[in-house]
């Protein structure tokens, strides 16, 4: 099997052999640096004793390193016309399964279930640019069993990710995914290193999903697609960003209860 980031033979398989046009409404951008899926893997963490969720497999760059690694690999895909692909590019890779759904309407936890039981679970994926918030606020705010997130996303995207909440970079999303894990920004990648090359730097981050939320129990923190009404007294929006609005709830401060206070998300 020729490298799956070799320019050439990806251009031979997609458009000559199987007539495949890459499409900016998926956001297809195939990985074409052969060091990157070796990097992603490299500080996702996961072995032998890992089940892994890929979201997106494109052509299988990443998905084959995963499967080097992993005891298990489930690559869920939107786009119809990629089985042909992925079968000859992931032939004989027998830990692997595709499953043809869109991710933010899967069952993730029943999936969890059925093809991993037992192990250890993580996330890997390329993520389309336009869909990173709604897939790793879904990932989050599901609370699955998994042990972390290691996605590749727009460095603009990723800096808010990894931005502490309270910091100069940070925004609802950094909020919110503080409240679910801890998270750092691990190495960007060039425009270079994709195909076809995308008009900014990409970079890796990764989220460790936290055991219990860090904020007090008496607090109460929401992610929603739109504001809820305006007449709700218990819910504080803290910002809007990537399409979602953030909320905490209140504690009463004072003997009749009069104060309140929006308790915050935090880091400890």
């Given at each position: 099997?020729?490298?799956?980031?070799?320019?050439?033979y990806?251009?031979?398989?997609?458009?000559?052999?199987?007539?495949?046009?890459?499409?900016?409404g998926?956001?297809?951008?195939?990985?074409?640096?052969?060091?990157?899926?070796?990097?992603?893997?490299?500080?996702?963490?996961?072995d032998?004793?890992?089940?892994?969720?890929?979201?997106?497999?494109?052509?299988?760059?990443?998905t084959?390193?995963?499967?080097?690694r992993?005891?298990?690999?489930?690559?869920?895909?939107?786009?119809?016309?990629?089985?042909?692909?992925?079968?000859?590019?992931m032939?004989?890779?027998?830990?692997?399964k595709?499953?043809?759904?869109?991710?933010?309407?899967?069952?993730?936890?029943?999936?969890?279930?059925?093809?991993?039981?037992?192990?250890?679970?993580?996330?890997?994926?390329n993520?389309?640019?336009?869909?990173?918030?709604?897939?790793?606020?879904?990932?989050?705010?599901?609370?699955?069993?998994?042990?972390?997130?290691?996605?590749?996303?727009?460095?603009?995207?990723?800096?808010?990710?990894?931005?502490?909440?309270?910091?100069?970079?940070?925004?609802?999303?950094?909020?919110?995914?503080?409240?679910?894990?801890?998270?750092?920004?691990?190495?960007?990648?060039?425009?270079?290193?994709?195909?076809?090359?995308?008009?900014?730097?990409?970079a890796?981050?990764?989220?460790d999903?936290?055991?219990?939320?860090?904020?007090?129990?008496?607090?109460?923190?929401?992610?929603h697609?739109?504001?809820?009404?305006?007449?709700?007294?218990?819910?504080?929006?803290?910002?809007?960003?990537?399409?979602?609005?953030?909320?905490?709830?209140?504690?009463?401060?004072?003997?009749?209860?009069?104060?309140?206070?929006?308790?915050?998300?935090?880091?400890?």
């Amino acid at each position: 099997m020729p490298e799956l980031t070799d320019l050439s033979y990806v251009r031979a398989l997609c458009e000559k052999k199987y007539d495949f046009a890459l499409s900016k409404g998926f956001g297809q951008n195939f990985i074409i640096n052969p060091g990157i899926p070796q990097k992603i893997v490299d500080v996702s963490g996961v072995d032998k004793r890992y089940g892994v969720i890929e979201i997106g497999p494109g052509i299988g760059v990443l998905t084959r390193e995963l499967a080097k690694r992993a005891a298990k690999v489930v690559s869920i895909e939107v786009d119809e016309r990629l089985p042909p692909l992925l079968a000859e590019t992931m032939a004989g890779v027998d830990n692997f399964k595709l499953v043809m759904q869109d991710v933010l309407k899967v069952d993730l936890r029943a999936l969890i279930e059925e093809e991993f039981p037992g192990m250890p679970v993580a996330v890997c994926a390329n993520l389309p640019y336009y869909i990173t918030s709604p897939i790793v606020m879904k990932l989050l705010g599901d609370r699955l069993p998994i042990r972390n997130l290691t996605v590749m996303v727009q460095k603009e995207a990723a800096d808010r990710l990894a931005a502490a909440p309270g910091t100069r970079a940070s925004s609802a999303i950094s909020c919110a995914v503080s409240y679910y894990a801890t998270s750092k920004m691990m190495f960007t990648a060039a425009p270079g290193s994709f195909y076809p090359a995308p008009k900014v730097t990409s970079a890796v981050v990764r989220m460790d999903i936290r055991p219990t939320p860090p904020c007090r129990s008496a607090s109460v923190v929401r992610i929603h697609p739109r504001p809820p009404n305006k007449k709700n007294p218990n819910l504080f929006p803290i910002g809007e960003g990537f399409g979602f609005f953030v909320f905490f709830g209140y504690k009463n401060e004072g003997s009749r209860g009069r104060r309140k206070t929006p308790i915050p998300c935090h880091r400890p």
